[in-house]
């Protein structure tokens, strides 16, 4: 890895994946066409796009124009699917699908890679449940493989445990098939993607605080999307601007809504020096250009209702901590464990063996910052995010440093090797 130093220039990250799932489910059980542009072409996209082609709809990948064209049939026009759905590496294809084919008049079963089958279902299969949809689990209990057969629903009113948007929106699309208002209730604000997205779909949904009410629907239309770039994916290179001394980067038309904007505010917490340019909107989502220059950081404390707005941005923040002056808290993490990875014990682990003074606690971890990073080997665990991490850590380490499974990138950022090395 080349040392990062003196970073320069512009660039624009692939779109969110978030809103490239939700673009392919909505469009899919709409009425009419969808025309996606800027869709992310990261594994995880794709396999929800082959899951509902797999259910007969006609989904063109423009790859070359940046455009996905999605033909949906309707509410009621997925077919069941010859064989397993496989939902690759995906838990927001698994999740949010699921709400969709908690209504339908058909079984299915949902599979997907060794890093799935560990991830909890149980939040979605209690309410789905609830609903009027029953799940049979192939392997281990409440994980993937899982039969799904749908039905009829019922409307009802969930207070769920967590801050998920994948299970709030699983919810939010069975309940555009209920047979009166769904409402959800999260502990704290998750991404609203799904909501932002069904009402410019035509659904009609009421928002209040952290409660969210869906209403049945009798169809909804196809739209033109703009996907903007991913603020998740933005963040790698934000922090290493922030981070490699005598930089200024720019990362253009970045998707900034207030539910996914935590890493910014913990960047400005920190000391860096960030500014926005160009704030506009595109299909109903917040967007702007975002420049940083070098700054020297400071620790923070990082809890409550902010954790959702920058959860899969932890991982990148853990690194700035590390290089940062003081100590950064992070705690009301516990949903780190069961993403990809467990990503509280793999930061604890590979930044411990960089050089970095990082604790694991039950709920986040403790990082006294400051001292010099120095090249180790570093387990990925296939896990997108910690192996773009590393790449940045390794960038401003001494020595060299060597990551297991460095292509996992490829699940959410394909070119993020060629785009890092067009900044230096
Ligand atoms: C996502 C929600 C988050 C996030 C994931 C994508 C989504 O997961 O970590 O990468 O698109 O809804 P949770 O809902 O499990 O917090």
Redesign the pocket.
């Known amino acids: 890895m080349t040392k990062l130093t003196h970073l320069h220039g512009e660039l624009t990250v692939p779109g969110d994946?978030?809103i490239s799932?939700?673009s392919i489910m909505l469009g899919s059980i709409a009425d009419g066409t969808t025309e996606v542009t800027g869709f992310l072409e990261g594994a995880d996209c794709l396999s929800s796009i082959a899951c509902f082609q797999k259910m007969g709809i006609e989904i063109e990948n423009q790859v070359k124009q940046q455009k996905v064209v999605i033909h949906g049939k309707g509410l009621h026009g997925l077919a069941g699917p010859d064989g397993v759905l496989d939902v690759g590496n995906s838990?927001?294809t698994t999740?949010?699908m699921s709400g969709i084919l908690a209504a339908q008049p058909f079984s299915c079963t949902l599979d997907g890679d060794d890093s799935i089958r560990r991830r909890p279902m149980k939040?979605i299969m209690e309410p789905l449940s609830q609903m009027g949809a029953s799940f049979s689990c192939l392997g281990k209990e409440q994980c993937a493989p899982f039969t799904i057969s749908g039905g009829s629903l019922r409307g009802i009113r969930y207070d769920s445990p967590?801050?998920?948007?994948?299970?709030?929106?699983a919810i939010l699309l069975a309940g555009l098939y209920a047979d009166g208002p769904t409402t959800v209730t999260e502990p704290a604000l998750?991404?609203n993607?799904?909501e932002l997205m069904l009402r410019a779909f035509g659904a009609s949904l009421h928002t209040e605080h952290t409660t969210v009410t869906v209403h049945p629907a009798s169809k909804l239309t196809g739209q033109r999307i703009l996907v903007p770039g991913d603020i998740?994916s933005a963040a790698y290179f934000l922090a290493a601007g922030l981070l490699a001394p005598g930089s200024e980067i720019t990362v253009k038309n970045v998707g900034i809504n207030p539910t996914r904007d935590g890493f910014l505010t913990v960047c400005r917490q920190m000391g860096a020096d960030l500014q926005l340019d160009n704030l506009h909107e595109e299909t109903g989502e917040p967007v702007a250009d975002l420049t940083v220059r070098t700054s020297s950081l400071h620790g923070c404390t990082i809890e409550g209702s902010l954790i959702?707005r920058l959860?899969?941005e932890i991982p990148i923040i853990a690194v700035m901590a590390a290089l940062a002056d003081g100590t950064t808290v992070i705690r009301d993490a516990q949903?780190l464990k069961?993403?990809e990875s467990n990503r509280i014990d793999l930061m604890v682990k590979n930044l411990s063996a960089m050089g970095a003074d990082i604790t694991a606690t039950e709920d986040g971890m403790i990082i006294h910052g400051g001292s010099p990073l120095h090249g180790a080997s570093i387990d990925s665990a296939r896990d997108h995010r910690i192996a773009m991490s590393f790449t940045i850590a390794a960038g401003l380490a001494d020595g060299e440093t060597v990551i297991s499974d460095r292509d996992c990138t490829a699940i959410?950022y394909p070119s993020f090797y060629e785009d890092l090395r067009s900044l230096i």
């Open positions: 994946k978030s799932h939700r838990g927001t999740r949010l939040r967590v801050a998920s948007a994948q299970v709030k929106s998750s991404r993607h799904t998740s959702p959860i899969d949903e069961v993403k959410s």
